[in-house]
């Protein structure tokens, strides 16, 4: 168990739905792009199924959604935000999703990317996880290693001036559940940024108001840790600094 106090320069967050990030990393993105990071969002759908409403048609719901995030990411103060329009509940982890996880990977160069846990089925005894958060999760982790850093795996991006390259850190989302080794970022000083993000959602959070909930699930995952609200994450090094300041 470790607290963080590292900031990348370049950070990327890799999720199937618009809302995703605010629900679990928003107060880290949030954190580091107060301390300099720049950050990039890919959105794999554009949560096309997610309002149910009469007569909502998936066309309608990708414009409100697509809207919803940009809000949601200008509040953090991200301004790159890729949307992949995989469609919604029906995402699966294929060669041509990774080649295009690939693609913005080396198109941004991340030193960090955030992503989900593809084995996380289960959370807790009231939630599985949805199946598309588990597939862009595998095929997140499948883009990272060994993909994008492999310059003779998609070649032809090179074609597009898209070179190769090695993440530094994967920063997998753990939602607060124990792992070995996690690291817990403070988001103390962000979570009224993160709070402020998710009820950009309105279509899925105007009912109900998520400030509550998100301050005990971060107060939650801070207990015992010197910190008043955190975030959580198992974090895999791919390349040590010395490496990585070379690249």
Known sequence: MSSQVYTPKRVMVIVAHPDDIEFGCAGTVARWVREGAEACYILCTSGDVGIATEGMTKAQATEIREAEQLAAAEVVGVKDVVFFREPDGMVENT???????????????????????????????????????????GAAIDAIFPAAGQPNLFEELAEEGLKSHKTRKVYVETWGQAVPNAVYVNITDTIDLKIAALKKHVSQVSAWDPEPQMREWAAKTAAGKEMQYAESYRVITLVNDTDFEKM
């Not at 041509?96 to 289960?122: N, Q, S």
């Open 95 to 137: 060669m041509a999703l990774r080649k295009r996880l690939v693609r913005e990977i080396r198109r941004f160069r991340p030193e960090v990317i955030i992503c989900g846990d593809p084995t996380m089925v289960w959370a807790g005894d009231e939630y599985i996880n949805h199946p598309d958060h588990r597939a862009v999760a």
